[in-house]
């Protein structure tokens, strides 16, 4: 198989094109999904195991060395360490927003400045979550400001 890179201007609309002889094989739905950022993580309730798309993750959150996805109404335990998480999330709309947390900028409401240089995010599904100083610089960069 050939990969082709090309540079384009920033004006210019990104695009992938796939040309295959088989549209349906496992590859090409595993290259549709990436490019689309329909990437999946399986994250735990009891013993049950759901496939969660990473759009429907709120944030991501380890607390006593156990790591959870949240989601608009269901908490769910998670097998994956906070950088693996992370590295799953390259190119997402999910960034490192603490120490313990990576949140999800399309679940952003607004933001307002916090004390000693952090800031506090409104969730779409109203929970508030503090964004570290050293991390306020991503947070503006997935905001676009």
């Known amino acids: 198989m050939r990969v082709t890179v090309e540079r384009i201007e920033p004006k210019d609309e990104e695009e992938l094109i796939v040309r295959c002889y088989d549209p349906g094989a496992a590859w090409v739905s595993s290259v549709t999904e990436a490019a689309s950022g329909q990437r999946t ?3 735990w309730q009891e013993d049950t195991m759901h496939r969660l798309r990473l759009s429907e993750i709120f944030y ?8 959870f996805l949240y ?3 269901a908490v769910f335990e ?4 906070l950088y693996a998480f992370e590295q799953l999330c390259a190119g997402s ?3 490192r927003c603490s120490k313990s947390m990576i949140l999800n900028a399309e679940k952003i409401d607004y933001v307002c400045p916090s004390l000693s240089g952090r800031f506090e995010a409104v969730l779409s599904n109203g929970e508030k979550v ?3 100083r050293k991390y306020v610089a991503d947070l503006k960069r997935m905001l676009g400001v």
Not at 60 to 67: L, N
């Open 78 to 81: 998670a097998k994956e360490k």
């Open 60 to 67: 991501f959150e380890v607390v006593d060395d156990r790591s």
């Open 71 to 73: 989601t608009q109404a």
């Open 41 to 43: 993580i399986c994250g």
């Open 130 to 132: 503090v964004v570290s």
């Open 93 to 95: 709309t999910l960034f």
